[in-house]
C-alpha cells in the first residue's frame, strides 16, 4: 500500500470517529433529563461566540488560552531543567538510581489535584501555584524516561567508539543522543499531558485567569454548554498538538528509523519474510 493511500484511509478512519460521536451525542440528549447535557447545536453556537470574542466571560478564548499555554511551557521547562539531569544521573550511576528510585515512583503516583491543591495553599492565587503545579506533575515522567533511555544506549556501540578511540563528544552526539530521542518524546508526550490536566486543576483551585479558571466561571453561572465547549476547545487543542506539532516533529527527527519516516510496501515486506529457495535443475538442464 502506498504511503498516500495508507494516510487517506487513516484520515477517513478518524473522521468516521468523531462523527460517530457527535451521533451518540446528538441521540442521546434528549434521552437524559432537560439541561443535564447540551446538545451539540447549542454547544457549537457557543464555541463559534467565544472563537468571535462574543464572550461573558471576563476573558476571551484567546486571552485565557494564551495564559494557560505561558504557564503550561513555563512549568514544563522547569521540568526539564530538573529532570534530565536526575534522569542522566540515575541512568549512569547505580547508587543514585536505588537513592532516588522511590522518589520517582511517588512523583508518578501522586494525583495532579493533590499538587494544585497544595502549590494552592502554598503560593495562593496567581502564576506561581499554576506553574508549580506544571512542574511538580511532569517532572518524574521526564526523569523515568530519561533514566530508561541511558540504560538502553547500545552497549555494542559504547565499546565500539572507545575502540576505535571516538572522541566523547562525537559518541554523544551520534551514539547516546539518538538513543535517548524516542525517550525524550515519550516524556514530552505523558509529561505534557499530565501537566496540562494539572493546570486545570491548579486555575481551578488557585487562579483568577487561564482556560482552568473560566470552566470554573461557567460552572458558578450553571452554564452546562460553556463547560462543554471549553472541554472540546482543550481537545482540539491536545489533538492538534499530538497531529501538527508531536506527529510531524517525531517524522523529521527519526526520519532515519523507516517504520516511523514511511510504511513498508506489502511486497517488500512479504519477500523479506518469505525465504527464496533455489530452484531444483530439472534433469534435461543436467544433462545440457
Sequence with gaps: MTRGGLTGRTGVTRALF????VAVWWVAVPLLPT??????AEVAVFMWDELRGDTLAPFTVYESFALSFERLFTGLAIAFAVGVPVGLLMGLVKPAEHFLHDFTVVGLAMPS???ALVTGMWFGLGDL????????AAVAFVVINVAEGVRNVPRELLDMAAAYGVLRGRVIRHVV??????????????????????LVLAEVWASTSGAGWVIKYWYDAHRAQGIVGYALFFVIVAVFIERA????????VFRW???????VPETAAAESVVPKSPVPETSAERSG
Excluded: C, D, H, Q
Excluded at 18 to 21: E, G
Excluded at 35 to 40: K, T
Excluded at 245 to 252: K, P, T
Design 35 to 40: 439541561g443535564l447535557v447540551p446538545g451539540p
Design 257 to 263: 528509523r523507516p517504520e516511523i519516516g514511511r510504511p
Design 113 to 115: 489535584l493533590v499538587w
Design 129 to 136: 501555584a499554576p506553574v508549580t503545579t506544571v512542574a511538580l
Design 177 to 198: 543522543f539518538p538513543s535517548l530521542m524516542p525517550f525524550f518524546f515519550a516524556a514530552l508526550r505523558y509529561g505534557l499531558a499530565n501537566a496540562w490536566k494539572g
Design 18 to 21: 468523531w462523527a460517530a460521536l
Design 245 to 252: 506539532i508531536f506527529g510531524r516533529l517525531s517524522a523529521r
